[in-house]
Structures are given as structure tokens and as C-alpha cells.
């Protein structure tokens, strides 16, 4: 198991930037798959950005693509998401989740560890 813990959310203007951080704990980090995923309120929770072990591999929802950005450093432990050109829209609470494989997968149910989340709120 993985234990994930978010942090970086805040309020923030539409245009704006915010970095979100995930620190993982408890087995090797380099062994885990990472993504993003997002809650609006009354909406489902949705793919953002996941990344390979490596890290070489990455991939966006089409929402974000061009403003988000995932990144991962094993020897921190941690995945970052930095989030440029936020809109209102981007209202939500922001989860890292963790997966063993290769790959990333843009379907929540094949995450198996989850931090509590990070609120990110833009005003327009």
C-alpha cells in the first residue's frame, strides 16, 4: 500500500498558476504508476494526468491538455501536476492516486491508493 498526501491547492484568479504536490510513503514510489484525477462538486471524479514509472510516458485529459503539465521525482517520492492558464472550470478537489504496472490508466477503479485530496478554486 501507498499512502498519498496532497498539498498546493488554494484560490487563485482565472490566468493564474498553482503547483500541486503528492508525497508518497510506504512502498517503492519508482514501482508505481501516478495520476491526477479531479472532483467538481456533484460531478463525478474525473481523469487529469497520469505518468509511468519512468516517467517518460504521460498523458492528459483534453480539457487540460497545453496547460497542465505532470511530473514525478522518485528520489523525492513525490508527483507534481502544475497547472498554468487556470479557468473557472478547473474548480475542484484535486486526488493523486497510485497504481502498480507499467502504464497509466485514464479509469479511476485501476487506482488502488488514494490521497484525501487538495481544493483548487479560480475565480473568474
Known amino acids: 500500500q501507498v499512502q498519498l498526501v496532497e498539498s498546493g491547492g488554494g484560490l487563485v484568479q482565472a490566468g493564474g498558476s498553482l503547483r500541486l504536490s503528492c508525497a508518497a510513503s510506504?512502498?517503492?514510489?519508482?514501482?508505481?504508476?501516478m495520476a491526477w484525477f479531479r472532483q467538481a462538486s456533484g460531478k463525478e471524479r474525473e481523469f487529469v494526468a497520469g505518468?509511468?514509472?519512468?516517467?517518460?510516458?504521460?498523458g492528459y485529459a483534453d480539457s487540460v491538455k497545453g496547460r497542465f503539465a505532470i511530473s514525478r521525482d522518485n528520489a523525492k517520492n513525490t508527483v507534481y501536476l502544475q497547472m498554468n492558464s487556470l479557468k473557472p472550470e478547473d474548480t475542484a478537489v484535486y486526488h493523486c492516486?497510485?497504481?502498480?504496472?507499467?502504464?497509466?490508466?485514464?479509469?479511476?477503479?485501476?487506482?488502488?491508493?488514494w490521497g484525501q485530496g487538495t481544493q483548487v478554486t479560480v475565480s473568474s
Open positions: 492516486a497510485s497504481k502498480y504496472g507499467l502504464e497509466y490508466s485514464r479509469r479511476r477503479q485501476n487506482y488502488s491508493d
Open positions: 510506504g512502498r517503492t514510489f519508482s514501482g508505481v504508476v
Open positions: 505518468i509511468s514509472r519512468s516517467g517518460l510516458s504521460r
